[in-house]
Nanobody, 121 residues
Framework: QVQLVESGGDLVQPGGALRLSCAAS????????MSWYRQAPGKERELVAT????????NYLDPVKGRFTIPRDNGRNTVYLQMNSLIPEDTAVYYC??????????????WGQGTQVTVSS
């Protein structure tokens, strides 16, 4: 059982930056592809960024391309979401997500509890 704990959410002014962290425990972090999702009030949860097990081939939601990055540190069992040039539309609860297809074909996925990011002046 993998536990994911997000941190780093805060209130920030437009144009500011934040770095979210997601620390994993209870499993072999390096076998999981990691993602960040977000959910704004009244909207569906959407995939913001994803990264492979080795840290390659990151993909981003179009509105955050060029502003967000998703580095991971397998030695620290942590994935980050570096968010720059924040705009009010980035306001949401941000969730960390881990997924893997294990030996035998079993698919596992886990969610963190979420961290609030509010972009407002």
């Amino acid at each position: 059982q993998v536990q994911l704990v997000e941190s780093g959410g805060d209130l920030v002014q437009p144009g500011g930056a934040l770095r979210l962290s997601c620390a994993a425990s209870g499993g072999t972090f390096s076998i999981y592809a990691m993602s960040w999702y977000r959910q704004a009030p009244g909207k569906e949860r959407e995939l913001v960024a994803t990264i492979t097990t080795t840290g390659g081939s990151p993909n981003y939601l179009d509105p955050v391309k060029g502003r967000f990055t998703i580095p991971r540190d397998n030695g620290r069992n942590t994935v980050y979401l570096q968010m720059n040039s924040l705009i009010p539309e980035d306001t949401a609860v941000y969730y960390c997500h881990a997924e893997a297809t294990l030996i035998g074909g079993r698919y596992e996925y886990y969610w963190g509890q979420g961290t609030q990011v509010t972009v407002s002046s």
